[in-house]
T-cell receptor, first 114, second 113 residues
């Protein structure tokens, strides 16, 4: 079974600063995917970034990047130049190749302070 | 293009009543997922459809919960004899399998009084 752990229930940062959200996971599979999803107050889950476990290169999407440490089973999200619109719940999630259901962490509530 | 839609947006029901929650996936997406988001349990998987069949129902919490999908499109999650612990946001997601990226609907907030 997969487990995903987010140890930071809440974080806050000043606008324009950089923030890193932590995530660790556990799986016995070799092929899996890791995701960060954002959930604003509207409840709509939005994919922020995706990482295939077989890729060594860390994924980046504009201001969002990950630090994927496969041996340590760590998958942190870095948000650069944070904006007010980044305020949301952030969920780390994983899925196994061939079994696409997502296993989620408990989330980190991120607040960007103007 | 249209995203995943869910209806109703909010549902208040009395304990013991049956409810039906609907999900319209993105057109052409073959896989559909139901998740439940509650304060006590976080986000948890309920059931997965590939086409009209459900190869993984492992997350359904009790036999009061059932789901079906017809025409490889719309799915309905039914909760019979609702209990207060069923109060949660029920999220639906669909995917065409590419990169395992799931697209979520806005959810249905169910409140059982």
């Amino acid at each position: 079974a997969q487990t995903v752990t987010q140890s930071q229930p809440e974080m806050s940062v000043q606008e324009a600063e950089t923030v890193t959200l932590s995530c660790t996971y556990d799986t016995s599979e070799n092929n899996y995917y890791l995701f960060w999803y954002k959930q604003p107050p509207s409840r709509q889950m939005i994919l922020v970034i995706r990482q295939e476990a077989y890729k060594q290169q860390n994924a980046t999407e504009n201001r969002f990047s990950v630090n994927f440490q496969k041996a340590a089973k760590s998958f942190s999200l870095k948000i650069s130049d944070s904006q007010l619109g980044d305020t949301a719940m952030y969920f780390c999630a994983s899925s196994n190749f061939g079994n696409e259901k997502l296993t989620f962490g408990t989330g980190t509530r991120l607040t960007i302070i103007p | 293009g249209a995203g995943v839609s869910q209806s109703p947006s909010n549902k208040v029901t009395e304990k013991g009543k049956d409810v039906e929650l609907r999900c319209d996936p993105i057109s052409g997406h073959t896989a559909l997922y139901w998740y439940r988001q509650s304060l006590g349990q976080g986000l948890e998987f309920l059931i997965y459809f590939q086409g009209n069949s459900a190869p993984d129902k492992s997350g359904l919490p009790s036999d009061r919960f059932s789901a079906e999908r017809t025409g490889g499109s719309v799915s309905t999650l039914t909760i019979q004899r609702t209990q207060q612990e069923d109060s949660a946001v029920y999220l639906c997601a669909s995917t065409n399998g590419q990169f395992y990226e799931q697209y979520f609907g806005p959810g249905t907030r169910l409140t059982v009084t």
